[in-house]
């Protein structure tokens, strides 16, 4: 059984759409989640920073939704397809325990910088600010390590249950030698092979918003079900 205290309930600025006030409780665990409580916390559209989860309950607005890729059914498209063959042909993915160190939170530094994903007054992250949401967990978390050569160009965190995973976060070097091999989509895709490669049933993507460019993105993993009232409704290939 779960545990857990709301360590805040605060209205706040949205940070996807202009002009919108968001609302996310965030609820403090106090036991590690096992792997079907974790399932759980996915299915009900719940996402994990550090040792939290939270979901959004914005008091004016709808337009976030909780999304999963069926990864039985998912076929990725020519450019996704692209994309693989480019990253593969250069890099690999080593899977292991998440960890903090200054490459890596260099590395997530200069990715949000150079991304558009920080505003310019937004203090940088600390070793102590990156392992307090990225490594602390309370549930199974992995981290998956892109590499070319000897040279850490991405790193993206996952938390997994018994019978699906969630993507928390990517980030990758910003050197346009890097980003022309399409690192963010090669990610999703390495992501769905761990799953699929485990006999996993969802690999949940986190938010979708239509109208925010850095989440619209997700809708291009088909098919896909999105969460709307209560209920995940399929989206294929022709929606």
């Not at 609820?27 to 939270?54: H, K």
């Amino acid at each position: 059984m779960r545990r857990q205290f709301l360590a805040y309930d605060g209205l706040q600025v949205c940070p996807y759409l202009q002009g919108r006030v968001a609302r996310l409780p965030l609820y403090r665990q106090l036991t590690r989640l096992d792997p079907d409580d974790t399932d759980a916390a996915f299915a009900a559209g719940e996402r994990r920073v550090g040792l939290a989860l939270y979901k959004t309950t914005c008091p004016t607005c709808s337009e976030c939704r909780a999304i999963r890729v069926l990864v039985n059914e998912f076929e990725a498209s020519r450019s996704q397809r692209r994309a693989l063959r480019k990253f593969e042909a250069v890099g690999r993915v080593e899977v292991g325990r998440p960890d903090v160190s200054t490459d890596r939170v260099m590395l997530y530094n200069r990715h949000k910088r150079s991304r558009g994903l920080a505003d310019p007054d937004d203090e940088l992250m600390t070793e102590e600010g990156y392992h307090g949401w990225l490594v602390d967990s309370c549930m199974n978390t992995l981290e998956m390590r892109y590499l070319i050569g000897d040279q850490l160009v991405g790193v993206g965190i996952l938390d997994v249950g018994r019978t699906a995973a969630s993507s928390v976060y990517f980030y990758f070097d910003p050197d346009p030698e890097v980003a022309r091999l399409s690192p963010g989509v090669f990610s999703v895709l390495a992501e769905i092979a761990f799953c699929r490669a485990r006999g996993l049933d969802h690999l949940y993507l986190g938010l979708y918003v239509r109208d925010c460019v850095h989440l619209s993105y997700k809708a291009d993993y088909r098919p896909h079900e999105r969460y709307v009232d209560g209920d995940w409704r399929k989206f294929g290939p022709d929606r």
